[in-house]
């Protein structure tokens, strides 16, 4: 999909996407941030989908995940306990994950949402990362009720560029101004994300000048996982958008050039991550670059990609 860009408003750059495929079509804009907000919110963004794909396995990413929605129930489906199925009806957040989220959503839907980065989590949610990492849970559970008040007027709004706005401009007031990072960690979470995962733990503790022990479970407080799983998180993220981008794949090569040793280290990180093997991602990525359609959507997009446009 290529962007369609929209003048700076209030130090947010606007990103509309637009897309029309045998899946369904959809309409994405995106509130991205300028300045100082830009390290603790990576985007706030609102979108609509009419004739969509209802299911998705959602992989998991390294950022936390907030959503509301506008209107329409969406479930996340237990396939190991049916009988543990949730129902999401308004606000919920999405900690750091380490497996996919099944998720079911309505055809005709409308959604909007934030993706803080591991420095906006503690200041915009009040509460540490590590107490939701692998959990979803309501959003008012942690925020309070003035998040139905949110929701309602974000709901109210019909159209998807002001809706985005109205987010971001809450979120901008919402954030906790305090670092919420302690330096060592800071310096990590950095050397991690500048190096695809790929920098080695002892290195971040010889920088950090503490023990393993110390930088471990001060990382897993401020961010939610360990310094080496946030790590596996970011190079497997890396590599599904790579994935994501690619119309064939020489898998040796693949896995060299997205941070593993070999094509088995690949295999075993997307089994752990994605539960599943690489080819099997490449054959089901979903067109939203979120996840993985069923068997029956994924046939139809091979059939018929359909256009993007923008």
């Known amino acids: 999909m290529r962007p369609a860009r929209r003048p700076a408003e209030h130090g947010w750059r606007l990103v509309e996407d637009r897309a029309e495929t045998a899946v369904g079509r959809w309409r994405v804009v995106l509130a991205l941030p300028e300045g100082p907000l830009?390290?603790?919110?990576?985007a706030v963004w609102a979108s609509e989908s009419l004739g969509c794909f209802e299911e998705e396995e959602i992989l998991p990413r390294s950022r936390t995940e907030v959503l509301f929605g506008l209107g329409d129930r969406h479930w996340l489906r237990d396939r190991a306990a049916p009988g543990a199925d949730r129902a999401f009806d308004r606000s919920f957040v999405s900690g750091l994950q380490r497996r996919p989220l099944h998720v079911e959503s309505p055809s005709d839907s409308r959604m909007a949402g934030v993706r803080l980065k591991p420095e906006g989590v503690a200041a915009f949610l009040r509460d540490t990362p590590s107490a939701i990492a692998g959990a979803v849970v309501e959003l008012d559970d942690v925020l309070g009720a003035d998040v139905e008040r949110l929701r309602e007027q974000i709901a109210s709004t019909p159209d998807p560029g002001r809706r985005v706005l109205l987010l971001a401009a809450a979120v901008a007031r919402h954030l906790d101004p305090a670092p919420v990072l302690s330096d060592a960690v800071r310096f990590a979470l950095d050397s991690l994300h500048a190096t695809r995962g790929g920098?080695?733990?002892?290195?971040?503790?010889?920088?950090?000048?503490?023990?393993?022990?110390?930088?471990?479970?001060?990382?897993r407080a401020e961010v939610g996982l360990a310094p080496k799983a946030y790590g596996r998180l970011i190079r497997f993220e890396a590599a599904f958008d790579r994935l994501s981008r690619l119309d064939h794949v020489r898998w040796p090569e693949f896995a060299l050039d997205a941070g593993y040793y070999d094509q088995a280290h690949l295999a075993r990180d997307f089994r752990e991550l994605a539960g599943t093997t690489p080819t099997e991602v490449f054959r089901r990525r979903a067109p939203d670059g979120l996840g993985l359609l069923t068997e029956e959507d994924a046939e139809r997009l091979r059939r018929d990609p359909g256009q993007a446009r923008s």
């Open 38 to 42: 830009a390290r603790r919110v990576e």
């Open 199 to 219: 920098v080695p733990v002892r290195e971040l503790v010889r920088a950090s000048g503490h023990s393993h022990r110390w930088l471990t479970e001060r990382f």
